[in-house]
């Protein structure tokens, strides 16, 4: 029960504690401590200075104390199962959630952090149920953005997009959803979408290097270069260590002609992400390019123990080995690479002309033949005008041939 | 061995040994000879000379400097030194380094042994790890070493007996010369020997030799200040090369590269083009940080003598840290034509060929750095071999070849971090924080950051903010670092 006395001093530390002067706060409190008037509330304010501090093991100790004291606050309890979440007691925490849902406390916050917690020990359909419902109580842009995640790990991405379009409704100003909303729609291969996105994103943060990077490399694919450089400049003042920056900027100079600065590039991308597959297999194309089929060879199988399903890695690795004159064990990856990806007109495009390159003419004349009746016709082979240009060429090498 | 059977008399005997260089022998022989007559001054000049001619050594060579002269140093002027202007550097070097603070070349330069390392935990660890040699060695270095391992040997065959010999009266006769660096070069009695030689110039004041052996000793005894001036007194006298080098050594010692700098320089215009001279300048810039200036000397110094091993390893150092691979290649290559491929040329060439995207010979050359290896260079060569195994997707390989580097050495820092981020590719969370707390206990702030990072993905946020706090702390500002810290400081806040 409190006093009068204890009254005014809650007063007090609540004062001191809402208008941020913590150090004074804590040394009233501990004055309060020696002088024996401790009361509960002052415990609680502690704790709650204490998880600011980044002390989270005593703050949790301390609302342990305050719950002891009084086992029915909601807002104590909420307060511990917090600190626990933060201290990595993911299922302890959700057993205190679970104590306050029978107080009948149903606020966003401990719905959101329910869901956090559930999402860390990998109980998704529930942690799915908690942001739901705390999005019921009360929207906010965070809840948004957990569940928009968890719906990306569980690879559920309609049902992500959905997510993020209610909350684009939402907060259709807030940079950072802008950007997630863009990345995940690059991810899904609408890249016009993704880069109105993205630049909406830059209007209401201009210097956000990942959204920098990830609309710089929009226009890389398109094919402006400059643009995207100058925007790479940008992102490598803030971020010097991003693998992705190096890689990036790798394969522009390599569409400039350079390289070699293609190379230094990518061997600084490579140094600081050592297991992306994807700067490995850039590595292996400038390599290609340079006329260097043994180094490209490493790089590529590097690629492929790194990434074993991606078709484009075993095609070029078919290309390289033709070079290097090994028969059987480029066949092998061609064969490989169509067994991921069957209708690419690229691959059986390059194991005809390697297989020509052998000396197999008739096992490449079959194969051309089985690449014609596929596509009915030299010119629409995939599309691409290099593809197209290529068969065209190899289809005047097999007519001079016969003659 | 007797007087009939070759028909000499035992002094002839021994005279013809020390010719053939069979020093061993000649110290014998005069052994026998002075047992029988102690005053044999023949003898005993015959065995000085013998002695002296069996610890030999290159003056230019020899200064090491041990971790009890540095304790008890008393010639420091100043305890925090102007960068530049000092070899403590306390900037946290990009390079490798020996376990003493230099540049891995593949040539262990003298003198670099034993100096101390200026990080903080390097510090710790030459107090208290390496329980073998905690006590430090105190005074002399390796000039006393030398001493007393001869010292022990000729004792046992009967020692010239110097308490009966009174260096005065040496100081005027030739033979004194011949005791002198007798006793400073193999019995070590340093104090004896400047006596001797202040007497000598008491008697004739500009003797070359004797200012020379004067300066020396008091070098020996550490007192700088007195050899300083007296190495002034022989370079007026008589200047050469090798008295430059061994005057250099003092301001070395001292901690003043750039007295050491300008030393060489008048050494230089003296004798310009002296290879000797200009590497100990490289040297000195080399340890100073300034690697284009280091390089351009490194080249001259070749330029006059192209087999001089030092200046290639270090060559090809410098061009490996500069990304400039063939060149190093080149040069670590020429190493190896020149027959002086220890296991860390083949490893640098290894390295070489790695960065050339060259593998498989990368591969061969780490094979071939492993059959000589000791067990330091054995765990460095089996840690490349799993960076060459990483670079081509070899997972299992790489693990195996970390697995072999902890067995030689199982400090390893980088391997121990190596294996945890290998784990953690696996899945296995456990087991890479396993690795990562055992790496946490040696140098760089790499293992505290992983582990920051593994304990924020499984959610144990306060550890994680602990270990970047801690992170930031050793490296302020690191990019990772910052990063993670202001995500948790959000998560605190919410």
């Known amino acids: ?403 | 061995m007797n007087k009939a059977q070759n028909g000499l008399d035992l002094l002839s005997q021994a005279y013809s040994c020390y010719r053939r260089h069979k020093f061993d022998d000649a110290v014998e022989i005069c052994t026998t000879l002075l047992a029988k007559n102690s005053l044999d001054q023949a003898a005993f000049v015959l065995k000085c000379r013998a002695a002296n001619a069996m610890v030999a050594v290159d003056r230019t060579d020899i200064d090491e400097e041990v971790a009890g002269d540095t304790l008890l140093d008393r010639n420091a002027a100043t305890t925090t030194a102007r960068v530049g202007t000092t070899y403590r550097r306390t900037s946290t070097a990009a390079r490798p380094v020996t376990k003493s603070g230099r540049p891995v070349t593949g040539f262990m330069r003298p003198g670099t042994q034993n100096r101390m390392a200026s990080g903080r935990r390097q510090q710790m660890k030459t107090a208290t790890a390496r329980a073998g040699t905690a006590r430090p060695v105190t005074s002399g270095g390796r000039v006393l070493r030398l001493g007393t391992a001869s010292l022990a040997t000729l004792q046992r065959e009967g020692q010239i007996e110097l308490g009966s010999i009174d260096p005065h009266s040496y100081a005027s006769k030739p033979y004194g010369r011949i005791l002198a660096d007798y006793l400073i070069d193999v019995s070590g009695e340093t104090s004896r020997a400047t006596e001797l030689a202040s007497t000598a110039l008491g008697l004739k004041e500009d003797d070359v030799f004797w200012c020379h052996r004067h300066a020396r000793a008091l070098y020996n005894l550490g007192l700088l200040q007195e050899a300083e001036t007296a190495y002034k007194r022989v370079l007026q006298l008589a200047p050469s090369v090798s008295v430059f080098m061994e005057a250099a050594r003092i301001p070395v010692r001292r901690d003043q590269p750039l007295a050491a700098k300008e030393l060489y320089d008048r050494g230089l215009a003296v004798f310009p083009g002296s290879p000797s001279l200009i590497l100990g300048k490289a040297r000195v810039e080399d340890t100073l940080g300034n690697e284009a200036e280091a390089e351009k000397l490194f080249k001259a110094v070749i330029r006059a003598d192209p087999t001089n091993l030092e200046a290639i390893a270090s060559y090809g150092a410098n061009a490996f840290y500069s990304s400039r691979y063939e060149l190093a290649l080149q040069l670590f290559t020429r190493l190896v034509h020149m027959d002086a491929a220890v296991p860390a040329v083949w490893n640098n060439l290894a390295l070489c060929y790695h960065h050339i995207c060259q593998p498989d010979l990368a591969l061969q050359a780490l094979q071939r750095a492993l059959l000589g290896a000791d067990s330091d260079a054995t765990a460095a060569v089996w840690y490349n071999t799993a960076l060459v195994a990483l670079a081509l997707g070899e997972h299992a390989l790489a693990r195996d070849a970390l697995h072999c580097t902890l067995q030689t050495d199982p400090a390893h820092t980088a391997a121990l971090n190596c294996l945890g981020v290998l784990e953690l590719q696996q899945g296995n969370d456990e087991a890479a924080r396993q690795a990562y707390m055992a790496a946490s206990e040696g140098d760089g702030f790499e293992p505290h950051l992983n582990q920051a990072l593994l304990a924020y993905k499984t959610g144990r946020v306060e550890k994680a903010f602990e270990l970047v706090k801690g992170v930031l702390e050793d490296v302020p500002g690191e990019e990772q670092a910052t990063q993670l810290e202001a995500r948790i400081k959000e998560d605190f806040l919410l």
């Open chain 1, 1 to 403: 029960m409190a006093t009068c006395a204890d009254r005014s001093a809650n007063q007090t530390v609540y004062n001191l504690y809402v208008r941020e002067r913590l150090d004074e706060c804590l040394s009233l409190i501990d004055v309060m401590e020696s002088a024996g008037t401790l009361t509960e509330y002052a415990i609680f304010i502690k704790g709650l200075i204490f998880r600011r501090q980044g002390k989270i093991a005593q703050s949790y100790s301390l609302f342990e104390q305050v719950v002891e004291l009084n086992p029915n606050n909601a807002s104590y309890l909420k307060q511990m199962a917090r600190s626990a979440t933060l201290l990595g007691l993911h299922s302890q925490a959700i057993q205190l959630y679970g104590r306050l849902e029978e107080l009948k406390l149903d606020d966003w916050e401990s719905w959101y952090h329910k869901g956090s917690c559930l999402t860390f020990v990998q109980d998704y359909d529930a942690a799915r149920e908690a942001f739901l419902r705390a999005n019921d109580i009360e929207r906010h842009l965070p809840t948004y953005l957990k569940l928009g995640k968890l719906c990306v790990i569980v690879e559920d991405y309609q049902y992500a997009i959905k997510v993020y379009t209610e909350a684009l409704g939402f907060a259709p100003l807030d940079p950072g959803l802008l950007r997630t909303v863009g990345l995940l729609k690059l991810r899904l291969g609408e890249t016009q979408e993704a880069f109105q996105l993205l630049g909406r994103s830059l209007v209401y943060d201009k210097r956000a290097p990942r959204t920098l990077l990830a609309a710089a490399s929009v226009m890389q694919d398109s094919g402006d270069i400059d643009a995207a450089l100058a925007k790479y400049r940008a992102v490598a003042a803030q971020r010097p260590q991003s693998a992705q920056l190096w890689s990036n900027i790798g394969l522009c100079f390599l569409s400039q002609d350079q390289p070699f600065v293609a190379l230094q590039c990518l061997r600084r991308a490579r140094y600081l992400a050592p297991f992306a597959w994807i700067i490995a297999y850039n590595q292996g194309l400038v390599h290609v390019s340079l006329g260097h089929p043994l180094a490209a060879y490493h790089q590529l199988r590097a690629a492929a123990a790194l990434k074993p399903d991606y078709a484009p890695i075993f095609g070029l690795m078919g290309v390289v080995l033709a070079d290097l004159g090994d028969a059987d064990n480029c066949l092998a990856a061609f064969d490989r690479a169509l067994e991921f990806d069957p209708d690419s007109a690229e691959i059986r495009l390059n194991k005809t002309i390697a297989l020509f390159r052998l000396g197999r003419d008739s096992a490449g004349r079959a194969a051309w033949a089985g690449l014609q009746s596929r596509w009915g016709g030299e010119s629409d082979l995939g599309g691409s005008p290099e593809v197209s240009k290529a068969a065209k060429q190899i289809a005047k090498y097999i007519s001079i041939n016969r003659q």
